[in-house]
Each structure stands twice: as C-alpha cells, then as structure tokens.
C-alpha cells in the first residue's frame, strides 16, 4: 500500500534561517506529490505539487523536488519567515485517483 | 470567496447521540471528501463522492453515512456516536479528481 513518512517536529528555526522538511513516500505505481500547510485554527491549503519524476513545485518561497531515485520529496525555503510557523503535511495520490494519503505533518517554529 | 464552509466548528456529543457534520462549497466542485485528523496522525479518508448522487468509502468509513444530492453539499452523519470517534473532521473538494485541493476550517468533535 502507501504510505508517507515525515521527519518529526517541533522544527524550530530563527527568521531568515534555511528550511528543509524531509518527506519519503511508498507508493504502488507513480504517485503524484504534495505538500499542504495547515495555520493555526485553519483547514489545509494546498502549497505545492509535482505530478512526475524530476518535477520541482514551487510556490511562496518553498520548493520540493520530485526524487522518483531516493522517493522523496523535501520541501525547502531559503529564507523562512515568522508568518511561516504552521504545520506541513507531505501527500500523495495514485493512479490519477482521488485518494490522498498523508503524512503525519511536521509542525514549524520560526522565531524572531 | 467563501470556498469550503463547514458546520459546526465544535461541538461535543454523548455517547450513543447522532449528529450530522454540515459541508457545503461553492466552487462547482464535482469531488468532495471528509476527512479525520487525530493527533499525531495524518488525515484519513472517511468517505468521498465523485459527484451527486455518487459517493464510495474511503479508509475508516466505520460509524459514518454520506449523501450527495447536490453538487454543492455534502453532510456527514454519525450515527451512535462513540469515543473513537473523537477527532477534527475536515471537509475538502477538488475540480479535478487528483488530491483535493480546497479544504474547510475543519469541525472539532469531542465525545463523551
């Protein structure tokens, strides 16, 4: 079956610091990838996708490279503000289906 | 833009009551997912629809009903509601039927 792992948080980092949440999938056939960002009190929102090998999503600042090789799929900033603190979940969905499996998210600091 | 709106945002039950988790989206979204957050825990999938009139299970269907009699609204019952059931649920919907893309604020459900 499929499954996502992520590293496990809090991850706490200082405004202006690099970014890396590690995201490793297993999945039957080619998945397509996602990361979702959940603030505080709020439902998920989409942040970025990739749909095949060697994709790189990128959306406000944050990027995530599709790594068909390793599985994987971290998401990156360079440069990570306060407003940024939420939680980050890695998914993914197969087939073309309607599915999305998730991981367990990683809660992000980021202090002044 | 109201997106996805679910009702209530919290709401405590007795075991053995019933409760129906309102979800509506105005968006022209064909699919519609319910999702459970536990702590710690990724999203998982309880029921999804395609479109009206069509709905299927997804991962942890156990204890729930859906129906879909419009494009717009999709309502989850629990039916002899158990502890188990103590989660966040979160309603979403998608133009395409890959992931979803548009989730609500979620609905806090604690059983007692």
């Known amino acids: 079956g499929n499954s996502v792992t992520q590293m496990e948080g809090p991850v706490t980092l200082s405004e202006e610091a690099f970014l890396t949440i590690n995201c490793t999938y297993t999945a039957t056939g080619y998945p397509s990838l996602f990361w979702y960002v959940q603030y505080p009190g709020e439902g998920l929102q989409l942040l970025l996708k990739a749909t095949k090998a060697d994709d790189k999503g990128s959306n406000k600042g944050f990027e995530a490279t599709y790594r068909k090789e390793t599985t994987s799929f971290h998401l990156e900033k360079g440069s990570v503000q306060v407003s940024d603190s939420a939680v980050y979940f890695c998914?993914?969905?197969?087939?073309?289906?309607?599915?999305?499996?998730f991981g367990t998210g990683t809660q992000l600091k980021v202090e002044l | 833009n109201a997106g996805v709106t679910q009702t209530p945002k919290f709401r405590i039950l007795k075991i053995g009551q019933s409760m129906t988790l309102q979800c509506a989206q105005d968006m022209n979204h064909n699919y519609m997912y319910w999702y459970r957050q536990d702590p710690g825990m990724g999203l998982k999938l309880i029921y999804y629809s395609v479109g009206a009139g069509i709905t299927d299970k997804g991962e942890v269907p156990n204890g729930y009903n859906v129906s879909r009699s419009t494009t717009e609204d999709f309502p989850l019952r629990l039916e002899l509601a158990a502890p188990s059931q103590t989660s966040v649920y979160f309603c979403?919907?998608?133009?395409?039927?890959?992931?979803?893309?548009?989730f609500g604020q979620g609905t806090r459900l604690t059983v007692v």
């Open positions: 998914a993914l969905v197969t087939g073309g289906g309607n599915k999305l499996t």
């Open positions: 979403a919907s998608s133009q395409t039927g890959e992931g979803a893309a548009f």
